[in-house]
């Protein structure tokens, strides 16, 4: 357990559907509380089995589980390293996450969300936001980064993932680069307070939850971006992982771990040809 303090408190100015968690950073760690159900433990989840994937290390943030208090509250949460901190150096200027709505609003005075939906057709959406982010910051490979982001949202259920919530990392003279992946506690319908009950069959709940980056079916945007970039993203685990990483985990309640174990065999069976 930590305790964490009012200075250390930070206000979030990235937009959420899912509302605003608290978050405090203190030192090298960000932490975060639930909000809405087991954000947490989805972070946790999701970002630990990342490990067992085709990305590299420093492709994304990893989560662990926490209990945080806060004044006269006991919150459950998560924690990761401050990835931007930690790339600092001595008389650098301090890098910073853009996200691509506030890229595009800097560069063209319009919102990228609504222009992405100007366009009928999905495969056109997506080069949209591939196309527009590689002219404004000189990435070259945009459309894989999207694909591997896109293949982890469908795979673990992210319902999170508008254009307030893909980002880049601005270093200053040394210009754009990409964002490690990070911000997964929308996933694994971690939602209970509203969208996702406990107690509800999850066979029934799994169908009703949605995308947002450009259409709402996870399925028709991962097929879109496979068929425009190439399958960018593979899995490696299985059955025994999951249950070893969830076995792991003490904070959550058997039900809630359970109820994760459930979904991702159901995601496992569902998206096969991605685990290799």
Request: with cysteine.
């Given at each position: ?6 200075h250390?408190?930070m ?9 605003n968690q608290?978050k405090?950073?203190s030192?090298?760690?960000?932490y975060?509380a ?15 089995l990342l ?5 590299e290390?420093d ?16 919150y459950t949460?998560?924690?990761s ?14 890098r910073q ?5 506030r890229?595009?609003h ?21 080069k949209f ?8 910051t000189?990435?070259t490979?945009?459309g ?6 896109l293949?982890?949202d469908?795979?673990f ?19 754009y680069d ?5 911000d997964?506690?929308a996933?694994?319908?971690a ?9 509800q ?7 009703h939850?949605a995308?947002?980056?450009?259409c709402?079916?996870?399925e028709?945007?991962l ?7 190439g399958?960018?993203?593979f899995?490696?685990?299985g059955?025994?992982e ?6 792991q985990?003490?904070?959550?309640p058997e039900?809630?771990?359970h109820?994760?174990?459930d979904?991702?065999l ?11």
């Open positions: 357990m930590i305790e964490l303090f009012e250390e408190r206000e979030s100015a990235k937009h959420s559907s899912k509302g608290l405090w950073n030192g090298s760690i960000w975060k639930d909000y809405t159900g087991y954000e947490g433990l989805a972070e946790y989840m999701v970002s630990h490990l067992f994937s085709s990305l290390p492709e994304y943030v990893l989560y662990d589980t926490e209990q945080i208090q806060y004044k006269e509250q006991l949460g998560c924690k390293q401050d990835f931007l901190q930690n790339e600092l150096d001595a008389g650098k200027e301090c996450i853009i996200t691509l709505e890229l595009y800097n560069f063209c005075g319009e919102s990228l969300y609504k222009n992405i939906y100007r366009f009928p057709d999905y495969e056109d959406r997506l936001i591939v196309e527009q982010t590689e002219q404004m000189g990435l490979d945009f894989a980064y999207m694909c591997k982001l293949t982890i469908a795979f259920l992210n319902e999170d993932r508008h254009t307030h919530n893909i980002a880049v990392i601005w270093d200053g003279e040394a210009g990409y964002c490690p992946f990070f997964q506690g996933s694994l319908l939602d209970t307070a509203m969208d996702y009950p406990l107690g069959d999850i066979i029934e709940l799994i169908p939850a995308a947002k980056t450009f709402s079916s996870f028709e945007q097929d879109t971006a496979e068929k425009l970039y399958e960018a993203l899995f490696s685990f059955e025994k999951i249950q070893d990483l969830l076995n985990e003490q904070i959550y039900n809630i771990r109820r994760v174990y979904i991702l159901q995601q496992c069976r569902k998206y096969q040809w991605l685990l290799k």
